[in-house]
């Protein structure tokens, strides 16, 4: 069974950078989409990041492109979101999920993600 954990949320001043971790076991294959997705309470989950472990293609929202990074170490089974000059908006829990398969891009809406970790909360404060 996938099992997904994240870690790192923390409180941040604008402008200031923070770095997730998820920790990703039970499924060693290569066919499968890693992305990160916030949510806002009351508001649409975002697929902000996301990257298909075979190729190695990832992708990002407007929102974030440019100041987030997604990135994978395969030896520690890890998935990363390295965040640079954070803004307000970028308050939220952030959540690992998964969805395996095969991919040309993987997809960027939340709904598609079956497989989710239990968040990690990021607060960006002026």
């Known amino acids: 069974q996938l099992h997904l954990v994240e870690s790192g949320g923390d409180s941040v001043q604008a402008g200031g950078s923070l770095r997730l971790s998820c920790a990703v076991s039970?499924?060693?294959?290569?066919?499968?989409?890693l992305a990160w997705i916030r949510q806002v309470p009351g508001k649409e989950r975002e697929a902000v990041a996301r990257i298909y472990i075979d190729s190695g293609t990832s992708d990002y929202d407007d929102r974030v492109k440019g100041r987030f990074t997604i990135s994978q170490d395969r030896a520690k089974n890890t998935l990363y979101l390295e965040m640079i000059s954070l803004q307000l908006e970028d308050t939220a829990m952030y959540y690992c999920a998964a969805r395996l398969g095969t991919f040309v891009r993987c997809p960027s809406d939340a709904r598609d993600y079956n497989y989710w970790g239990q968040g990690t909360q990021v607060t960006v404060s002026s």
């Open positions: 039970g499924y060693t294959g290569r066919r499968i989409c």
